[in-house]
């Protein structure tokens, strides 16, 4: 059983999914315009849920949603502005570069509590990146070399090894649709 299979076994799946099943023709006129190759947990995940909420902490973002909110894009452009306020109010760089031209840190999940998971792209050829896990509160940075299917289940089950993520706020197992 692959760890996607795993995945879905786990997950209760709470009404019907939006803004899923996009075709291989579309992800792959997505990754080449963006210069980006997405794992295929990550696009199985958005094919079979589409849009909305995991676990009542967990969003993850889809690249085709029509809301800005969940977008990746749109939330990329967003934390541009945020790092580039960190910045200049810290007078500090920050440990990362976001996404740009195939390389740098390109969010794919926030939670509810403001942090927010990045995969670290190191070669716009490489299919698997490793993760990060920041903090929205303060600069705590986890890293994770597991892959998309494998974290996610690691929260499900309470078992990532995480100062951030509070295990009492992984409620359930449960997958909320976005209302669209």
């Given amino acids: 059983m692959s760890e996607f299979e795993k995945l879905t076994d786990k997950i209760n799946l709470i009404g019907s999914p939006t803004e ?12 080449n315009t963006n210069g980006i190759k997405f794992p295929a947990a990550y696009k199985n995940f958005i094919n079979y849920y589409g849009t909305g909420c995991l676990c009542e902490l967990i969003w993850v973002l889809n ?3 029509n809301s800005k909110r969940f977008n990746l894009l749109s939330y990329l452009e967003d934390k541009k ?4 306020t960190f910045e200049e109010i810290t007078k500090e760089k920050y440990p990362y570069s976001l996404f740009h031209e195939g390389k740098g840190i390109l969010p794919f999940a926030f939670t ?3 942090d927010t998971f990045y995969w670290e792209i190191t070669s716009s050829k490489s299919k698997e990146y490793k993760i990060l896990l ?6 705590l940075i986890e890293e994770y070399s597991i892959g998309f299917s494998e974290l996610l289940l690691q929260i499900l089950n309470k078992s990532l090894k995480t100062n951030i993520i ?3 706020d992984i409620r359930g197992c ?3 649709p976005l209302s669209v």
Avoid at 134 to 139: A, I, K, S, T, V
């Fill in 20 to 31: 899923n099943e996009f075709t291989e023709n579309k992800w792959e006129l997505f990754e």
């Fill in 63 to 65: 690249p085709f949603s």
């Fill in 81 to 84: 502005k945020a790092f580039t």
């Fill in 112 to 114: 509810d509590n403001g």
């Fill in 134 to 139: 920041f903090d929205g509160r303060e600069l």
């Fill in 166 to 168: 509070n295990k009492d």
């Fill in 174 to 176: 449960n997958f909320n």
